[in-house]
């Protein structure tokens, strides 16, 4: 009889694997590096975006759009007036240069009134933000309010008694139905700013003169040209209501459209009433882009 081996109740020994041969750098892929016989790639990083550059101020819609808009309604309006029958009273009151004698007129009354709300509402403004004077900015606010609460018509009518018929008279009553957006605004802008950069400026040896140029007016900017647009477009209003007094304007082909009853002159004064409000409208919006300081823009 054969006998059967003896079993052999020890483990079978496994070929232990054979250690990575490090590969030579002529194989390995860029930025691949061996650690302990491992190849590793770096994780490549994306370059970072170049700094964007500041927004652009004016862009084409809002130097074009308005100014379009503004010429369609023109031509639509001199086509229509051209081509409508104008009898002899129309045909006077649009002829003779005197369409165009009234739109300066109109723009000079609009030009001289916001000229002197600038004047006096903003170094007024500045003035009551002082500490010194604080205490009388609301009773001028007050005073400011019941000249504007006033209405445009009753406040001219007044005027008229006391300093006569002619366009001073209208210019003194836009003067004063319009300078309290511009005051109120100027007094808000400063007050807004913030204590601690006042401090800061003082602190760095800055004068209560170069602290007010340099720091507080910059930054009350937006809000005092934000009055002053309102202002313009207030003076552009009103300006329609010297006619009451002797002061011109488009208001004087308003009233002798309604007077003699002629549709045309009326439409045309209307017109050319809202154009010029809308145009500077959008001229104030430019200065009021071009001076705001670029760290206070929004967006």
């Not at 600038?118 to 609301?138: E, Y």
């Amino acid at each position: 009889m054969t006998r059967n081996p003896p079993l052999n109740h020890e483990p079978s020994r496994r070929p232990r694997p054979e250690p990575p041969t490090p590969s030579s750098g002529k194989d390995r892929l860029p930025g691949e590096h061996d650690v302990k016989g491992h190849a590793f790639r770096d994780e490549e990083e994306e370059p970072a975006p170049p700094p964007a550059g500041p927004p652009r101020r004016f862009t084409w819609r809002k130097l074009v759009v308005m100014p379009v808009a503004l010429v369609i309604v023109l031509a639509i309006t001199y086509l229509w007036i051209t081509n409508v029958h104008l009898d002899s009273i129309a045909r006077n009151s649009l002829t003779g240069g005197n369409v165009r004698l009234r739109w300066w007129q109109h723009v000079r009354l609009t030009a001289i009134s916001t000229f002197w709300v600038l004047i006096i509402a903003i170094p007024l403004g500045i003035a009551l933000t002082r500490r010194r004077l604080r205490k009388g900015a609301p009773v001028v606010t007050a005073v400011a309010n019941v000249g504007q609460a006033t209405p445009a018509i009753g406040l001219l009518a007044l005027l008229v008694i006391w300093l006569g018929i002619g366009p001073s008279t209208a210019i003194i009553g836009m003067v004063i139905y319009a300078v309290l957006p511009v005051f109120s605004n100027t007094v808000a802008g400063l007050r807004a700013i913030e204590p601690n950069l006042i401090e800061a400026s003082r602190g760095i040896g800055m004068s209560a003169t170069g602290t007010l140029t340099k720091v507080e007016l910059p930054l009350a900017v937006p809000l005092i040209l934000a009055g002053v647009r309102t202002a313009l477009v207030l003076n552009v209003g009103t300006a329609t209501l010297a006619t009451f007094v002797g002061g011109g304007g488009l208001g004087d082909l308003i009233t002798s459209g309604i007077q003699t009853q002629r549709m045309p002159v009326l439409v045309l004064g209307s017109v050319l009433t809202v154009v010029l409000a809308l145009l500077v409208d959008w001229l104030a919006s430019l200065v009021e882009v071009a001076l705001t300081p670029r760290g206070l823009e929004v967006g």
